[in-house]
């Protein structure tokens, strides 16, 4: 019996709650007698009403199953699968249990374990070495082939393990009265509605993507719907670009809504009811500052909490005061509209929060037909509901909102979602917030939202990330209550790798160091055919001329060799990409102590293949050959982790700015770069994976996406 009680303890629910007095009477009268009873018990008292017999029919209260019921129920089994017992032995043993509790399921468990035991033992004898899976040839495991980055971007597995695989399923989620499922149910079709609800007021981030995958991927997995609701209830802050740029992103990602709405959409029924809330005595108009408001919700130092003097005016009242709030006759902070929830409530959600305030501000959408705005916190769950979300999806700051979501709906008598927390993802080196990115675009410290520079996700488009890499790292990081801090290399790995997949190859030189050939006449031409990829014939080729003047990167020379150093210096020979012939460095050129030429001999016929292949670019004006590139190589833009740390950081997140976050360098590239537009991506061989910046106009310039993995011969 004391299990039973310790069980309900365990895993019971608020719902389940306030009838653990009922439960108490049936364990003691033992009714319920078994772990079975009492699971079964309270997966029904979710029920908002409870009716006995039907409870008790659920339950298997009276239902009596002896020794003998089972002995019976395990004979038949044994005897139906007798055969399949004879191949499988004692592999079968807890699959047989499984189906004689699914023919009994009231019954004892352990009564029913001892007799399958039994009757196993009676039919097979003791194990032997035919039931030790040790003692069997082990099978050769099949090779599994690693995802690709672009099917880890599509991949649903996420869905369907940790916090989202317990997800409930349509129409399970409590409501006051069951009519309002019925309702909900028959405009749903029963199928999953989720939303992703951003606030216009900047750019999306890579914290947003999380976000996205989260909403659009578990719709999609359950066959449902995803809708785009701009969350557009501060016109102070909301502009035309934030809107553009929200979309622009979610279908950069791959996502198509389906619909796009807007809270705006919703003002008159909002408003409405807000007064059918004051006409229940669940709202009213307060005419407090925001210092004592403060004060009534405990202050500074966190005393009692009391309740605003304009809390029990009459209904009527608050009703008139509203509608001079919607006419415009307040000023902002004269007046606003208080939920009447409960002061006394430890959770500060509770605490009679703000409804409608006075705003005078063109909204982008409505123009200037209202000039009272609605809250977040009065807001966001009404959306939900009339938009019959199933799963309303949000990060765990909101975690002790949950109460005064119910609460709200509740108090309206309106269907009622479910909302469901997970941990934000952070990165480190960079800010995340919208206030802290408008503070670096308006104060110019960046080049505007899409600096490449921040984490953005129209930066990490500009920089040259992919969908696919963004998707298939938001989803691999899984779904938990934990807030997730990654290295921005966590990050890169995902685009490094997606680009080694698809991007084409071009020869960049970012130090580019003259060489010319000794040995070889003023004319010397070589037309060499190139592919883009090697061993990718899909991505084609490309034609470039090698000549007797041509350019290496400075960081291929040295003027002392090394036995350990595998590259350019005096005497040494190295190959040149797709050359026939390597070179043999001669002698070389300085001024003013810098090494501006190389002298060195091509070097044709039969020669020992050397160690190492550089790239190069020719000169030759008829190619329009070498092209001169403008090269950002971006980096980190704050010295610290956590620029936020007052430890680490004494003087302010923006004393933190790194000065060297973007370096701009003058490089050469191959022709095949003539070939590429705006957003292209490739890998600078050696060097690193690039893309072609908008900039880019008579000059091509280029952002550096992410270097190549780190080579412990790198410098050999």
């Not at 009757?119 to 040790?134: C, S, T, Y």
Request: with cysteine; net charge neutral.
């Amino acid at each position: 019996m004391g299990s039973l009680f310790y069980q309900v303890a365990s895993t019971g629910t608020k719902e389940t709650l306030v009838h653990y007095p009922l439960l108490a009477q049936y364990i003691a009268s033992s009714k319920l007698t078994t772990q079975e009873q009492i699971t079964a018990a309270i997966k029904y008292l979710t029920k908002p009403t409870v009716d006995i017999p039907e409870f008790e029919r659920e339950c298997g209260v009276g239902v009596v199953l002896t020794v003998e019921d089972v002995v019976a129920c395990v004979e038949r089994v044994f005897e139906s699968r007798k055969q399949e017992i004879l191949e499988k032995r004692y592999q079968l043993l807890g699959n047989l249990i499984i189906s004689v509790k699914n023919e009994l399921k009231w019954a004892n468990a352990l009564v029913i374990k001892e007799q399958v035991d039994k009757h196993i033992l009676a039919l097979l004898g003791p194990k032997d070495e035919r039931d030790n899976p040790k003692a069997k040839k082990p099978e050769q495991k099949q090779e599994v082939k690693p995802l690709t980055v672009a099917e880890m971007a599509k991949s649903s597995k996420f869905v369907f393990e940790g916090e989202l695989a317990r997800m409930h399923k349509p129409g399970e989620n409590p409501q006051l009265n069951p009519e309002i499922m019925k309702a909900h149910l028959k405009r749903t079709g029963g199928r999953v509605v989720t939303r992703f609800p951003p606030e216009p007021n900047g750019f999306l981030h890579i914290g947003h993507a999380k976000a996205i995958n989260i909403n659009f991927g578990f719709a999609n997995a359950h066959n449902g719907i995803t809708y785009l609701r701009y969350d557009d209830t501060n016109p102070e802050a909301e502009e035309k670009e934030y809107f553009d740029a929200i979309l622009d992103m979610v279908q950069w990602l791959g996502y198509k809504p389906h619909a796009i709405t807007y809270s705006s959409d919703h003002f008159q029924h909002l408003y409405d009811l807000a007064v059918e809330l004051i006409k229940r005595d669940k709202a009213y108009i307060c005419h407090c500052t925001g210092e004592q408001i403060h004060e009534q919700r405990g202050g500074d130092n966190k005393g009692p909490r009391f309740n605003c003097p304009h809390r029990d005016r009459p209904i009527q009242e608050s009703v008139r005061e509203f509608e001079r709030m919607k006419n415009g006759e307040y000023k902002v902070g004269e007046a606003i509209l208080r939920m009447k929830m409960d002061m006394q409530n430890p959770n500060p959600q509770f605490w009679d929060l703000v409804a409608y305030r006075v705003m005078f501000a063109e909204h982008i959408r409505t123009k200037n037909d209202w000039c009272i705005y609605p809250t977040y916190d009065y807001t966001h769950c009404l959306c939900d509901s009339f938009e019959d979300i199933t799963h309303s999806f949000c990060t765990t700051e909101f975690t002790l909102s949950r109460e005064s979501y119910y609460w709200l709906v509740d108090a309206l008598e309106l269907y009622k979602p479910v909302q469901w927390e997970s941990g934000r993802l952070n990165i480190s080196y960079t800010v995340m917030s919208k206030r802290k990115l408008n503070k670096l675009v308006t104060d110019k410290i960046v080049n505007g939202w899409d600096d490449p520079r921040l984490y953005t996700l129209a930066a990490l488009k500009r920089r040259g990330f992919t969908p696919e890499a963004i998707n298939a790292f938001a989803r691999e990081l899984g779904v938990t209550t934990a807030v997730t801090t990654v290295p921005p290399e966590r990050l890169e790995n995902y685009v490094r790798d997606h680009l080694n997949q698809v991007a084409p190859r071009l020869f960049l030189l970012l130090e580019p160091l003259k060489v010319t050939l000794v040995n070889v006449p003023d004319d010397f031409l070589l037309t060499l055919t190139v592919p883009n990829k090697p061993k990718d014939e899909s991505l084609g080729e490309r034609v470039l001329p090698f000549t007797k003047t041509f350019y290496i990167d400075q960081s291929d020379f040295r003027t002392e060799d090394d036995p350990n150093y595998y590259r350019l210096a005096p005497g040494k020979t190295v190959g040149l990409l797709n050359v026939p012939g390597p070179i043999k460095a001669v002698d070389y050129v300085t001024e003013n102590g810098r090494i501006v030429e190389v002298k060195a001999e091509y070097i044709q016929g039969e020669f020992v293949p050397p160690k190492t292949y550089i790239q190069w670019v020719a000169e030759s004006p008829k190619h329009k050959s070498p092209v001169k590139v403008e090269v950002r190589l971006v980096s980190k833009l704050f010295m610290h982790a956590n620029p936020a740390s007052k430890e680490e950081v004494p003087n302010g997140w923006l004393s933190d700015i790194n000065p060297d976050s973007m370096q701009v360098v003058e490089g050469m590239i191959d022709t095949g770069i003539l070939a590429m537009k705006v957003e292209d991506k490739f890998q600078g061989v050696r060097v690193g994976y690039f893309c072609v910046d908008k900039d880019t106009n008579q000059k091509i310039v280029l952002n550096r996406t992410v270097t190549l993995k780190e080579d412990s011969k790198k410098d050999k």
